[in-house]
């Protein structure tokens, strides 16, 4: 088992940032988790696990250890003639497996097309996109408990999910490692194409009874056009969430911003975009050196290359206390601020 020391973690970070950690090290299954966790030398050290590193912002050098996820592996717990339970390794590329469950002709997965990361992640934050949360497919994980190695299971309720949120976000950090995912999919699936621009995308094709493959080749499609590629230009997605907030005060704002891009979110509650939000707080396109706000999707920010997280955290806050100044509403970060 490599120990690295004093490790640069710009690779594994898609924001592409400088920082350092003062260790380093890889897991592939359990067993060399374990091991890892009672290493001598990493004991008493700060841990952080990685997976894709595409939701994180490392704003200083991190003093502890980083675990890099490597478990890969599936596996088809349930197979009826409806539908199929299977389980995934954590360190696997999430859009492989999605792309895996597309070609078998499975449905569930496939409005979450193209989501960077690795599937342990995906829990953590309850990824969504194109109306569909991972909440509605998943059937339960089984996570590593630090404190005493014991390996758990937690099903959809002991997740707690929420918009971007779930226990191992809140009360559950730092104390789990998602070691793999299962999911329920469907071999007669109910497609999810009611999202706008999932149908207008379809309707270009020409496509009337759309497959699953169709919804993921559309949804991968408005993704391209939409987000920028970190491969290229460093990003973690959307840096905020979409706030949601009492009736009134989207009302509020709609009697002098008629435009406001909302949803109806339940109980009395508003979801507002973010990305309207900011955008009409004027910091589309903006750019300052080398960080910036994209030129087409405001909630997402981008690093040009050369500057740093914490330049990268800075700018954030002053969007974040424009949009408060403007319209009053208070925004949250989505991404992993380190
Ligand atoms: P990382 O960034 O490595 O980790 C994220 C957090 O999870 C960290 O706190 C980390 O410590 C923790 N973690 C990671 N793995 C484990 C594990 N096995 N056990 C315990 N904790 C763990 N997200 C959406 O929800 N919807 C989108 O549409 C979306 N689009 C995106 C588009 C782009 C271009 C980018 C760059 C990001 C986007 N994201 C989106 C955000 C991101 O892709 C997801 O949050 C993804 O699930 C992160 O996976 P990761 O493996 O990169 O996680
Ligand atoms: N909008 C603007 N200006 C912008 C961006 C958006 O006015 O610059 C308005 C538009 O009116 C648009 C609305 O915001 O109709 C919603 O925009 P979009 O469909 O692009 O989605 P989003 O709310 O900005 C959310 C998720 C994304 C997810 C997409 C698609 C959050 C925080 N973000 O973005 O997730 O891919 O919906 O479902 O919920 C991520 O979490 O990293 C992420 C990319």
Redesign the pocket.
């Known amino acids: 088992m490599e120990i690295f020391r004093d490790f640069n973690l710009k690779p594994f970070n898609t924001f592409h940032v400088p920082a350092r950690t003062a260790r380093l090290a890889r897991f592939r299954n359990v067993e060399e988790l374990r091991a890892l966790l009672a290493h001598p030398e990493l004991q008493g050290l700060p841990r952080l696990v990685l997976g894709g590193g595409s939701n994180v912002l490392f704003t200083q050098d991190w003093p502890g250890v980083v675990l890099l996820n490597e478990i890969t592996g599936l596996e088809l717990l349930l197979e009826t003639d409806e539908a199929v339970i299977i389980r995934a390794g954590a360190g696997m590329v999430w859009h492989d497996f999605v792309s895996y469950t597309v070609d078998q002709g499975w449905g569930g997965l496939e409005n979450l097309s193209l989501i960077p990361g690795r599937v342990g992640a995906a829990p953590m934050q309850n ?5 569909v949360e991972i909440k509605e497919p998943f059937h339960h994980l089984e996570a590593l408990r630090i404190s005493d190695g014991e390996v758990v299971r937690f099903d959809t309720q002991a997740c707690r999910f929420g918009y ?1 949120e779930s226990f191992f976000k809140r009360e559950g950090k730092g104390q789990y490692i998602i070691l793999s995912v299962a999911f329920q999919l469907n071999k007669q699936p109910k497609l999810h194409t009611h ?1 706008g ?1 999932i149908k207008a995308e379809l309707d270009k094709r020409g496509i009337t009874a759309p497959t699953i493959r169709d919804v993921s080749e559309a949804v991968i499609a408005i ?1 391209r056009s ?2 920028p590629n970190p491969d290229v230009l460093g990003n ?3 840096f ?3 706030p949601v907030v009492a009736a009134e005060v989207a009302e509020r704002i709609k009697a002098k911003f008629p435009d406001l ?1 909302s949803y109806p979110a339940g109980e009395g509650q508003v979801k507002l ?4 939000l ?2 009409r707080a004027g910091w ?1 396109g903006f750019r300052e050196g080398n960080i910036g706000v994209h030129k ?4 997402v920010l981008v690093h040009y290359g050369g500057s740093s997280g914490s330049a990268i955290y800075d700018l954030s806050t002053r969007v974040l206390e424009s949009v408060k100044e403007q319209f009053g509403v208070e925004l949250e970060r ?1 991404v992993n601020v380190i």
């Open positions: 990824i969504g996109a194109y109306g971007r999202y621009s993704r939409k987000l973690a997605g959307s905020f969430k979409n891009s975009a973010a990305g309207w900011i955008e589309k087409d999707q405001a909630l989505e």
